[in-house]
């Protein structure tokens, strides 16, 4: 008697498929975290040095939060708009004041 049921055996699992999706999502969000909270002085420290860093045209590193994650980036800004705060770096990289956590010259 043969008792090999083949791809049959393995159909249970095809419904898994869709899960590690979910799965996936679930530990993204589990490892979503708060956006630090600054001081006005850590703050305008930050600005002074994005602005330092910006005439002086030279590479920083820095820290800033973006979905629930913080990430860091190493790149010359081009542009500093401070009517809205914002900040274009190489790579079209656009970000908030509000963003940067920490930065490094």
Known sequence: MNNDRGIIKWLPFQSLVPNKEIIKKIKEEKNII??????KEQQMDIENKLIEAFYEQINITLDYYLNGHIKTIKSKIINIDYVYKKITFEHNLILLFSQIIKISL
């Open 34 to 39: 708060e956006k630090p909270l600054l001081s």
